[in-house]
């Protein structure tokens, strides 16, 4: 979900992936849309500004210790032309999701609030949660939001051919990595990491030799994530997200005809008709067997952990699995707390290790989103407020980064540096400001963490998944989703964590409860989707 800034290589992404965007979306940018819903006029006061309004937004995360200061700053420049104060809702990550959907159910206002396609994003517009958008881009009344986006990027994240969010993104991908103690690992003698043999026998060192110490912190419903997993490059097959359990869909040689979509748990005669390597019922899980054995390493209270980070940049465990995006930020707060110390990464994926061209799959939509819900009345003043954010430099900076001189100074025209002032303001800019051209890249990170920045900023470091413009439609099976999902809600945690030991019974045993459920309607609803969407031209 999150990745790091990027520098003025993005730009030639953007200009580069025009032509590749435009091939993987077959809609047109729409000329305008009505949005009845929650769109507003802009009364006008006497003294020119519009009248003064409280937005209602929703974020996840912990407040920035000194955001009062930011906004107070943002009031005071903008108070004559947006007038615009903020009610700024941060919940607990494992709790955003859920929290969202219960005010969107009760019909509660709400003005903006992140989401995203690995959220509920996709099922909370076929539910109709959230404003059509379409009229506030390409729209010379919002410049900021017309420069910012453009209609190739636009088409790729468009749901069932309308603008539902404002995509959020600065590369195509985050690399995952291990964090580790840098110091812990030379006071061992040993050489840096290049393997997961290496990883796990600085793990065991750490068990050994540092009493009191977690090895490797994980969160609760991350676990492992993708350590472990396969890395071929899939071009016949993908993972359906947007629907409970995810399903891998599996499509002919030639892209046109569905084969079959699996979970986790299928008995057998739901291999035996597909193709080589698909037909093995574990070829997409080989990551659980390892799961199981590295979880001696793991903190016992891993299933309610919510932020292994804060228990790494405390000294209190010696490893933690992350993405790329914050080392810098990381470093800094890890040296605050343990004089001495340091970090380095292991990028577990050995391609993305390598810099391999080709290595990482994408459908070029953003991983995070902000929506407007249908409760807001505030629509027109909150897009004013995003067009604000992205029609300079400036205005951008304040947001993503704090107070120049205060919480970051410039170090060129697209790098900044960080002041001791930095940790007081860690804004949550993958959930708000986003921009693969405005967004400014941290000269505080070391040589290969920028090398690797660089890397994953490239075009040539992707290739498009097959899928790229499909959405689920979670309506005709609503139902059944919502019988399904605590069941699988409850065990993914288990089985990312490595809980249990014989883990395909136990996956087994949640997939006949989820057959209970109606997991066979929902089977086939994606199949019959996805079949509809090649058949209309999709790829």
Excluded at 302 to 330: M, R, Y
């Amino acid at each position: 979900m999150k990745g790091t800034r990027k520098g003025l290589s993005v730009l030639l992404l953007v200009t580069m992936l025009v032509t590749l965007l435009a091939a993987c979306s077959g809609n047109k940018t729409s000329d305008g849309n009505d949005n009845a819903q929650g769109a507003n006029s802009t009364p006008s006061n006497e003294t020119g500004a519009p009248d003064p309004v409280t937005l209602k937004l929703m974020l996840f995360g912990d407040k920035p210790i000194e955001m009062d200061q930011v906004l107070a700053e943002f009031e005071k420049r903008t108070k004559d032309t947006l007038n615009t104060k903020f009610d700024i809702e941060f919940n607990p990550f494992a709790d955003h999701k859920q929290k969202l959907n219960l005010k969107m159910t009760a019909g509660e206002e709400v003005d903006a609030a992140f989401d995203a396609p690995w959220g509920s994003l996709n099922q909370n517009v076929s539910l109709g949660y959230y404003q059509e958008l379409d009229k506030y881009f390409n729209n010379d009344e919002y410049p900021g939001l017309k420069k910012a986006f453009s209609e190739e990027f636009l088409n790729a994240n468009k749901i069932n051919g309308h603008i539902y969010s404002i995509p959020l993104t600065n590369a195509f991908y985050d690399i995952e990595v291990v964090y580790i103690r840098k110091d812990l690992r030379e006071k061992y003698g040993m050489q840096p990491i290049q393997s997961y043999d290496d990883l796990k026998a600085y793990l065991e060192k750490v068990q050994e030799s540092e009493k009191g110490m977690i090895p490797f912190a994980l969160k609760n419903d991350r676990g492992f994530f993708k350590m472990f997993a396969n890395e071929e490059k899939l071009t016949n097959a993908k993972m359906i997200s947007g629907v409970s359990p995810a399903f891998n869909v599996i499509l002919s040689d030639d892209g046109k005809k569905v084969l079959g979509a699996t979970t986790l748990g299928d008995s057998a005669d739901k291999y035996v008709s597909l193709p080589a390597p698909y037909n093995d019922p574990y070829y997409f899980y080989p990551q659980y067997d390892k799961a199981v054995e590295w979880n001696k390493f793991v903190q016992k209270d891993v299933l309610s952990e919510k932020d292994p980070g804060a228990l790494f940049v405390a000294g209190k465990s010696a490893a933690n699995e992350a993405t790329i995006n914050a080392t810098a930020q990381v470093r800094q707060k890890l040296q605050a707390a343990v004089p001495g110390a340091d970090i380095e990464l292991f990028v577990y994926n050995s391609k993305m290790r390598n810099m391999e061209a080709g290595a990482i799959g994408t459908d070029y939509k953003a991983w995070n989103d902000i929506v407007i819900p249908v409760t807001s009345k505030n629509a027109d003043r909150t897009m004013k407020f995003f067009d604000w954010l992205f029609s300079s430099q400036e205005n951008h900076d304040l947001f993503e980064n704090g107070i120049e001189g205060v919480h970051w100074t410039k170090d060129g025209d697209r790098n900044y540096k960080m002041t001791d002032k930095t940790t007081n303001y860690l804004f949550p800019g993958y959930e708000f400001t986003w921009s693969p051209t405005m967004s400014r890249i941290n000269s505080d990170n070391d040589a290969e963490t920028l090398k690797l920045l660089d890397y994953q900023s490239k075009p040539e470091t992707y290739y498009q998944q097959p899928l790229a413009g499909f959405v689920f439609n979670a309506e005709p099976v609503k139902t059944e989703i919502a019988k399904i999902s605590p069941l699988t809600s409850q065990n993914d945690p288990v089985f990312k964590n490595g809980m249990v030991k014989d883990w395909k019974a136990k996956a087994e045993e949640m997939n006949k409860q989820m057959g209970a459920y109606g997991l066979e309607k929902v089977r086939q609803e994606v199949i019959n989707q996805v079949q509809a969407f090649l058949d209309n031209g999709g790829k």
